[in-house]
DNA sequence: CGCAGTACTAGATTAAACCA
DNA sequence: TGGTTTAATCTAGTACTGCG
């Protein structure tokens, strides 16, 4: 039996919103009706926002209030990402509202839906410096409709599939915690200090610390691949995805290769973000950029267990508050650094940390790949599922 | 004349280049 | 080396324009 299909026009009610005048603080000030932004959207459930627009706001403007259950659809900038609304809120015109008028669709089987088919809406986006959508394109969607017994039947398998992916994610989350709380039980809370270690600055513990190089990187020409300032995460790890290459001369190659065993630490950036570390773990050397700086430890010291310092909460609101902010940009230099006040533990006490953490990594490894495999096995799934090959009307019948 | 559509403006944040 | 400036990018918000 043959799936029909509806416009998406003629199973909803499709509008998009539009924001009071910031201008007027009668439209926004002590406001208590939920005011929606593309920021807000974030998971399948849309429970809360940051602002709020008044009554006087509403009426006032173009601004829509939508009920509770309403489809949200970015349709701005930001296209195609989609919640169902938790609460009443009102939203700007970058975010669509559709409100399914029809008995025989579900919901949230809409909202997967339109999950499903986001990269072929996102295509046909145009615009000059953003791209956006119109409603008529979202009103034109084809929407395969099978008997609600199937919707809900997909419906079960994706969020269940769903769940998994979320799952794993937490499974990541976790292990980094452990690694955090790894360091404290082993070592202590950095700030008192209880296991009374001797006390330092980092200087004592490094070898010496350079400057990555200031050579212009290029897309992809160049013997090595050069680590820049996005490639270390907040939380201390290195990511090799949007890599840029560089060539470096032998003379140069002692200076700006980054070895097994070394810190990275990124000295300018926002204020938020000075102060990113991770040790590099891999066995091939990498250039890197001038606003990064290469930190090798000396004999007292592991850089696991510097960054595991660096990187704890600890460490962190430190390097917050020595972050010197200037227009916006904020700076630690390498003295800086160095002069940072540090316990230190024994070295083989360092090293017993650091082989705890690559066992943690080891496992992080496999979540990673494990995420993966159920990341695109809910995205196959899905696509099956709209494709009608899961569940026809006659296997449902069947079961 | 109201409203949807979209070009334009602007702010926040991040990344990279520059210069003393 | 170290710090400041500039560029790029991403996203939110405003305000025309033209159509029904």
């Known amino acids: 039996m043959a799936v029909i299909y509806k416009k998406l026009g003629?199973?909803?009610?499709?509008?998009?919103?539009?924001?009071?005048?910031?201008?007027?603080?009668?439209?926004w000030k002590n406001g208590n009706i939920p005011w929606v932004k593309i920021s807000d959207i974030k998971g399948k459930y849309l429970e809360k926002t940051e602002e709020f627009i008044t009554e006087e706001g509403?009426?006032?403007?173009?601004?829509?209030?939508?009920?509770?259950?309403?489809?949200?659809?970015t349709i701005f900038a930001t296209i195609g990402e989609?919640?169902?609304?938790?609460?009443?809120?009102?939203?700007?015109?970058?975010i669509a509202g559709i409100n399914v008028k029809s008995e025989k669709v579900l919901n949230?089987?809409?909202?997967?839906?339109?999950?499903?088919?986001?990269?072929?809406?996102?295509?046909?986006?145009?615009?000059?410096?953003?791209?956006?959508?119109?409603?008529?394109?979202?009103?034109?969607?084809?929407?395969?409709?099978?008997?609600?017994?199937?919707?809900?039947?997909?419906?079960?398998?994706?969020n269940k599939s769903n769940e998994l992916v979320k799952k794993c994610k937490a499974q990541i989350e976790a292990l980094d915690q452990l690694t955090q709380s790894v360091f404290l039980e082993m070592f202590g809370d950095p700030y008192k200090n209880p296991k009374n270690w001797p006390v330092g600055t980092i200087k004592d513990i490094t070898l010496?610390?350079?400057?990555?190089?200031s050579k212009k990187a290029s897309?992809?020409?160049?013997?090595?691949?050069?680590?820049?300032?996005?490639?270390?995460?907040?939380?201390?790890?290195?990511?090799?995805?949007?890599?840029k290459y560089i060539d470096l001369d032998d003379s140069e190659a002692e200076k700006y290769l980054v070895?097994?065993?070394?810190?990275?630490?990124?000295?300018?950036?926002?204020?938020e973000l000075v102060g990113k570390t991770a040790v590099y773990r891999e066995e091939l050397p990498m250039a890197y950029a001038g606003y990064l700086v290469k930190l090798v430890p000396n004999e007292k010291a592991n850089s696991e267990f510097i960054s595991g310092f660096l990187n704890s909460k600890y460490g962190k609101t430190l390097l917050y508050s020595m972050a010197k902010n200037i227009v916006g940009m904020a700076n630690i230099n390498a003295e800086e650094l160095k002069r940072i006040k540090i316990y230190i533990p024994?070295?083989?006490?360092?090293?017993?940390?650091?082989?705890?953490?690559?066992?943690?990594?080891?496992?992080?490894?496999?979540?990673?790949?494990?995420?993966?495999?159920?990341?695109?096995?809910?995205?196959?799934?899905?696509?099956?599922a709209f494709k009608g090959e899961l569940f026809t009307e006659e296997k449902v019948s069947n079961l």
């Open 346 to 384: 024994p070295r083989d006490l360092q090293d017993k940390f650091a082989s705890i953490i690559s066992n943690i990594l080891e496992r992080r490894e496999l979540l990673n790949k494990g995420l993966k495999l159920l990341e695109e096995n809910y995205n196959s799934l899905m696509q099956r």
């Open 108 to 158: 949230e089987y809409l909202y997967y839906f339109l999950k499903s088919i986001k990269n072929t809406v996102v295509n046909t986006g145009r615009g000059v410096a953003q791209n956006n959508i119109n409603l008529s394109i979202l009103k034109n969607i084809d929407v395969p409709l099978p008997e609600i017994e199937v919707q809900n039947r997909i419906i079960n398998l994706l």
């Open 259 to 271: 070895h097994k065993g070394d810190l990275l630490f990124n000295r300018t950036n926002s204020k």
């Open 219 to 243: 897309e992809n020409k160049g013997k090595y691949p050069i680590l820049r300032m996005g490639n270390i995460t907040y939380n201390g790890f290195l990511d090799f995805n949007d890599m």
């Open 82 to 94: 989609c919640a169902i609304l938790n609460i009443d809120a009102s939203t700007n015109q970058a």
């Open 58 to 73: 509403l009426n006032n403007s173009s601004a829509k209030l939508f009920k509770k259950g309403t489809l949200l659809y």
């Open 10 to 27: 003629e199973i909803a009610d499709i509008s998009s919103g539009g924001t009071p005048k910031r201008t007027n603080p009668a439209y």
């Open 208 to 213: 010496k610390t350079q400057y990555g190089t």
